[in-house]
């Protein structure tokens, strides 16, 4: 079997979606995108068309090492996220070649399903109590929300009351059953990032996310002595090589690799092992499309330490198109009591619909993050 074609597909609301192609008509999907940067990843994508046509897709691993190690600058958001995008697409195929789902060619599933959780408040939260009750009405056993609004290195301290007034609205609405993961997003500096921590153990979240930037992660050490939460990380991650020194520096309890930015489901695999042997647990980021979801589920079905899945259903980034919206069966991602069984296909175990693929992709989207300042004018964190 040969690849024959590479074709990729700008869609919103904000996604990349690749096919590829073989000369035997099975075909395999992928998900490379940086939200924001899906044409750089485009042209990432189709500069390596050139190696794979032609090539075997079952020779996953060599492929993998060649389009990481061919190149003399490697890593990074851009490069890694085209190679994941390609990595999902040769096990997808592999998957429809064996007629097995991609967890099977993986050493088979450890597990029957995966817990998931849901978003609220959107970029800058609010009335989030109200909202918390309306995922736990709908089965969700958990739910993500922004901690904050952009703060300075040093801030008022009503900002972190008003962060500690909305999680405690969560808490009178839902109790202490539903599960609250709070994502620092990077807008925290050190300095502010150890006294919201600390102010928020009163209400005993899940996790704290991305407490402060991946370039600062040398600061989780005081972080993780200011606080008994969990501490996650790693969507801004990009091999493994860049989680090595996280995971040997122990301040970090959840490690968030993201299948469609670094390295696809190859190196996630090799990213959760690794967590596994210091102990740590994983939560793979996904406020993605429908193809990086099956991904990660693949990676959940053979990694004994994943507790929990991000999912984008009804995130507030997806505006005029959801998750359901290009796949033939939606029901592959029915929710239940808080959880989504592994999907029983071939391959990724989903099958998306090419027709409103193409049909969305010919008005693509242009789709960026706000930019944000601060009251003085200087850039802040989004």
Known sequence: MKITNLECFVVPPRWL?????????????????VEGKAHTVKAAVEEMREYLIGKDPMRIEDHWQALYRSGFYRGGPILMSAIAGIDQALWDIKG???????YDLLGGACRDSVRVYSWIGGDRPSD?????????EAGFT?????????????????KIDTVLERVAAIREYCGNDLEIGIDFHGRVHKPMAKVLAKELEQFRPMFI???????????????????????????????????????SDGYVDII????????????????AAMAEAYDVAVAPHCPLGPIALSACLQVDAVSHNVFIQEQSLGIHYNKGNDLLDYIADPTVFD???????????????ISVNEEIVRR??????????????HKDGTIAEW
């Open 17 to 33: 979606f690749l096919k590829i192609e073989t000369d035997e008509g099975i075909v395999g999907w992928g998900e490379p995108i």
């Open 96 to 102: 429809k070649y064996y007629n097995a789902p991609i």
């Open 128 to 136: 989030v109590g109200r909202e918390a009750k309306e995922k736990a």
């Open 142 to 158: 958990a739910i993500k929300m922004n901690a904050t609004e952009e703060l300075q290195y040093i801030d008022s301290y009503k």
């Open 209 to 247: 996310e991305e407490p402060v930037l991946p370039e600062n992660n040398e600061a989780l050490r005081e972080i993780a002595r200011a606080t008994t939460i969990p501490i996650a990380t790693g969507e801004r991650m990009f091999s493994r090589w860049d989680f090595k020194q996280l995971l």
């Open 256 to 271: 968030q690799p993201d299948l469609s930015h670094a390295g696809g489901i190859t190196e996630c695999r090799k990213i």
């Open 335 to 349: 929710y239940k009591d808080g959880s989504v069984l592994l999907p029983k296909g071939p391959g990724l175990g």
């Open 360 to 373: 969305h992709a010919e008005a693509g989207h242009n789709w960026k993050n706000p930019v944000w300042r």
